[in-house]
């Protein structure tokens, strides 16, 4: 009962930046995560970042220093922004909400970084 969309991805080269963003509509309970993930070819998938609702984030070691997730509950919006990208950030970039036993995915946004 919750949407999320997925914008920002895109085409950059290493070293570059992007910023993506989420929104969630629907059904929205205050107490809520919502995260980043990605998956490359032939990889699992796998957290990036993620933050709750009072602004607790957590980030996967391979993007500390480069990556910041931020939020705006009042728009149910997350952002994810993306400095100083490496070929390996390629991959399909997801948003995830979560709240108590309910989560749901957006369909995903294309990032790639040439070398």
């Known amino acids: 009962q919750v949407q999320v969309v997925e914008s920002g991805g895109g085409l950059v080269q290493a070293g570059g930046s992007l910023r993506l963003s989420c929104a969630a509509s629907?059904?929205?309970?205050?107490?809520?995560?919502m995260g980043w993930y990605r998956q490359a070819p032939g990889k699992q998938r796998e957290l990036v970042a993620g933050?709750?609702?009072?602004?607790?984030?957590n980030y996967a070691d391979s993007v500390k220093g480069r990556f910041t997730i931020s939020r705006d509950n009042a728009k149910n919006t997350v952002y994810l922004q993306m400095n100083s990208l490496k070929p390996e950030d390629t991959a399909v970039y997801y948003c995830?909400?979560?709240?108590?036993?309910?989560?749901?995915w957006g369909q995903g946004t294309q990032v790639t970084v040439s070398s």
């Open positions: 933050i709750g609702s009072g602004g607790r984030t």
């Open positions: 629907g059904s929205i309970f205050s107490n809520n995560v």
């Open positions: 995830n909400y979560k709240s108590g036993w309910y989560e749901n």
